[in-house]
């Protein structure tokens, strides 16, 4: 989970990516949203939510979300819905070689500060569809 302090600017930020990504809206109430599958819920669900102490949200240094694709052109994908919905930029999309052979991610901060990464762990250059 992480926080936010506008749940529906997270909503529309969200959304787009979540559904790129195949995963379903699970819950919704004026605090919190949640994805994952409705039909198995023992799989991870990502949310984002309200703070329950009332205050505002704050961003932990070194604190990271990976979101995991299949082939980097939906990595570039999903960084793309990001930047069109208000994230910002903290890596373009692009092999990591010195985190692995076939390492393609990309990094964002969405529009609370919260970063997350898109990766593909088996990328081969003949895969990046641009």
Known sequence: M???NDLRRAEAFYDPIM???GLERCYCDEVML????????????FMVGLPFDGKA??????????????????????YALAMQNGG??????????????????????????NKLAFVCYDAKIDDQEK
């Not at 949640?34 to 669900?45: E, M, N």
């Open 88 to 113: 910002r930029s903290e890596g373009e999309p692009g092999l990591r070689p010195q985190y692995g052979p076939g390492f393609y991610a990309a990094y964002i901060r969405d529009p609370d500060g």
């Open 2 to 4: 992480v926080g936010t």
């Open 57 to 78: 949200a704050s961003v932990g240094n070194g604190n990271m979300t990976a979101f995991r694709g299949e082939k980097p052109s939906l990595i570039d994908k999903l």
């Open 19 to 21: 559904i790129r990504l």
């Open 34 to 45: 949640s994805w994952g599958s409705k039909a198995d819920d023992t799989l991870p669900r």
